[in-house]
């Protein structure tokens, strides 16, 4: 009777900070995000080039802006391919984490795309909905891990787009890119999350009485 009380509590528990938290999954991106296939399942302004430049391993070929002072590189992924894809929730988070270097006046910054549209068929071109993170990233002379996430409150597109988005690019002032990890992950409401954990809670006392 306790053990059983304990465990039901618990997993209500668990239940409510899930309300607020999220968990990766598997890797959405074509390339693995490394790049030690140059461009290879991603889209890219001419101004950016695929290259050996300031990463770590020199078998990769990190994409940076040369020689015009912008550029873009973007990949359309399906969140579907994610275990954490559940089509009956409205609710979604998308974490995109990359290491960046930057140099002089050189910054990112992140953009996410969406498409109304749960299909299996790719879509392509410009996405309807977007939205670009105002945050101007940069990493001076130096390797940073950074985590950016942007949250559908309302809906959980199937498929999105990822953008990176390169400013102030001229000789001296660059910006690059490695190792770019996308998570995604629909989850409930957070009032649907506490119905449950009162459904629980409830559980418990009637097991208690019972006992």
């Not at 509590?9 to 968990?23: C, E, K, P, Y």
């Not at 009956?88 to 953009?111: A, M, P, R, S």
């Not at 629909?186 to 009637?206: H, Q, R, T």
């Amino acid at each position: 009777g306790k053990r059983m009380r304990i465990t039901v509590l618990i997993i209500a528990g668990l239940f409510l900070l899930g309300s607020g938290a999220f968990a990766g999954s598997e890797e959405l991106l074509l390339n693995n995000g490394d790049f030690a296939l140059g461009g290879t399942g991603w889209e890219a302004s001419e101004s950016v080039i695929f290259g050996e430049f300031a990463e770590r391993d020199t078998t990769a070929y990190d994409p940076w802006p040369y020689p015009g002072a912008s550029g873009y590189i973007r990949q359309i992924i399906d969140n579907s391919k994610s275990p954490y894809w559940n089509p009956d929730y409205n609710h979604k988070i998308e974490t995109v984490e990359f290491d960046l270097y930057t140099q002089g006046d050189g910054y990112i910054q992140i953009g996410f795309d969406w498409w109304d549209y749960m299909g299996d068929q790719k879509p392509i071109g410009d996405a309807p909905f977007f939205e670009v993170l105002p945050e101007q990233l940069t990493s001076p002379n130096q390797w940073t891990r950074y985590s950016v996430s942007y949250e559908w409150l309302n809906c959980q597109p199937r498929w999105t787009s990822i953008e990176i988005y390169y400013f102030g690019c001229t000789t001296g002032n660059e910006a690059g890119v490695d190792s770019v990890v996308v998570t995604s992950m629909c989850i409930p409401e957070p009032s649907s999350l506490v119905a449950l954990s009162g459904s629980l809670l409830a559980l418990a006392g009637l097991w208690r009485r019972k006992r």
